[in-house]
């Protein structure tokens, strides 16, 4: 049994004992608009082969708007978490799920590629950049002491889960009933969770009347409230923490993380398969069924995380990842075969198992920092994301192929586990 208090003006005293602590429901909203935010994640993969047929967009056009959102998706996600901590964090998510509904829902009018650039990068890319993984930091942050490793590979997972569920109907919405009622499907998946996260979501456990799951209540110290503008903030957050090499090596290899799975499988796995003869239904479920297992993936890694050493964890992701990049130019046919089957367990177990034990790094060795560090950090995600997305289409409209890209990205991960071995775990000291 949970215990629960209420504050007073006194401090904070005991009550009646709850069966589930608030910090539960907030995390289950928190699951529930990530899902929904990833509606588009699972979107431009399924989408790119009707919009060549219709437009005759060059995959490199494509890729470049795809681009454009990874970027701000990942250069808002600092900002953001300081957004959260100066204005709240419902009235964050909610204006994010907005945009978000607004990009994709508008891009049915799209009768120009230059259209792709405003409502699959700018609005979307705001708003889903504006959630992210900061927003699951943020959450496991200040509502749990104990089970934070955990909570954070739960909420990670809700960005698979929502490519588990969108990726599947939005591929036969497009080659059946065409690529504007599967954005719509997105947009409306999008504005359906504003009003739950708006009536559950809550900044502080103390806005509950309750202490976060698992403090000790002789011991619990509530966050300083912040102040000050969010820009200057999340710049004084980057500061403060690119004076250490931990942050480089944690930023680089977070790239490398981004360009590998984002970048290049989310965006780029199903035009290559379809290279390959394979059915796009045929390999959107795939992608699909890299969801699941990355829902699995990334809940173990969060609980791994809790229990092992951080650094450790990555040098075996990155280098399971990179083998796998290595051999998926010999995997790929027109038909699904028993390896290929094996690479997508892999490869979905893998997906994002590094966000917990790099955003516990983040925690561990910045402080109350440690979620402005991790926006920064994904960050460094997302361009990695961004330049592999372009880079990926470029290579396939001057090779006729993707291999150099898949290659390119084994290498990449062989430097990511490096960089995880020079991370050293020390705190450093906001006054030095």
Known sequence: MTRVTSATSDGVRPRRPRRIHPA??????????????????????????????????????????VSVNLLLYGLTAPFAAALMDRFGVRQVVATALSLVALGAGGSVLMTASWQLLIFWGLLIGLGTGSMALVFAATISNRWFVHRRGLVMGILTAGSATGQLIFLPP????????????ASLVVAAAALLAVPLVWFVMRDYPADRGVLPYGADPDTYMPPVAATGGAARR??????????????????????????????????HFIPSAHDHGMATTTAAGLLAVVGVFDIVGTIASGWLTDKFDPRKLLIIYY???????????WLLAETIHP??????????????ATVPPTAALCREIFGDRGTIVFGWVFAAHQIGAAAAALGAGIIRDTFGEYTYAWWGGAALCAIAALLSITVKRARVDART
């Open 170 to 181: 939005v591929a036969v919405l497009a080659e059946t009933t065409g690529w504007r009622s």
């Open 24 to 65: 539960w429901w907030v995390a289950a909203v928190a699951f529930i608009a990530l899902l929904a935010a990833a509606g588009f994640r699972a979107a431009p993969g399924a989408l790119m082969v009707p919009l060549n047929e219709e437009f005759g967009w060059s995959t490199s056009v494509m890729s470049l708007a």
């Open 319 to 329: 280098l399971f990842r990179g083998v796998g990049l290595l051999l998926l130019p």
């Open 234 to 267: 999340a710049f004084e957050g980057l500061a403060f923490a690119a004076r250490t090499r931990a942050f480089w090596a944690l930023a680089i290899a977070f790239a490398i993380c981004g360009a590998t799975t984002n970048g290049l499988i989310g965006i």
């Open 339 to 352: 390896s290929m089957v094996l690479f997508i367990v892999i490869y979905g177990l893998d997906w994002v």
